[in-house]
């Protein structure tokens, strides 16, 4: 055998030896193997729930920052919950504690809890009426979308408009994600609860402004 020849055999055995080693140690350690890819996955994180958590942090500071007519002290503003109605602040903690194993569940709650203010807010300030919840009339808006514009439409602050239409496509984002991490739940979570306190407050000075 020429040392032309003897050259490429080796070429090609560089070339295949660790394709061949890789398969025979896949075999050989299938099960450590497969561990090590889910603990892979478990640490990656898809590009939209990155996404997800970046909008969710923007949102919150956002919420933070938004106009407030009443309520907490520039101070105060990280504690929502102490301004807000005893079973909205029981809502949200439950909301806060369940992120961290159920993201997705938290977020939908937290969620839905803002559309049930929403149209309690517009039932008290459109009819005026103390039951609001049990309230059910013709033509009474039920997407949050037209909520919001109602809303709007009795003092709103316009940052908060656009919050709310933020919050409900964040919610709309989430069905779709495979992963929203503990963290990105607890930021919309918080944003949820400030807006919750910004729609009481609309209601109460609102409620003061009437004879």
Known sequence: MSVEIAELVLEYVKVLVWPTVLVVLMIRYRGEVGGLLKKMKSVTTPAGSVEFAEEAQRLREAAEEAPQLAGPSDGDRGEASSA?????E?????????????PEAAVMGAWRHVETKLRD?????????????SVSRPGRPR??????????????DPEWTRLLRDLQRMRNSATHLDDVSPSAAVDYV??????????????NITSLRRP
């Open 84 to 88: 807000l109605r005893r079973p909205d």
């Open 190 to 203: 918080q944003s949820c609860e400030l807006a919750v306190l910004a729609v009481d407050e609309l209601i």
């Open 90 to 102: 029981t809502a949200f903690s439950v909301y806060r504690d369940i992120a961290h194993k159920a």
């Open 143 to 156: 997407l949050a979308s037209d909520l919001i514009t109602v809303l709007a439409g009795h003092g709103l």
């Open 121 to 133: 807010a517009v039932d008290l300030l459109e009819w005026n009426r103390d039951d609001a919840a």
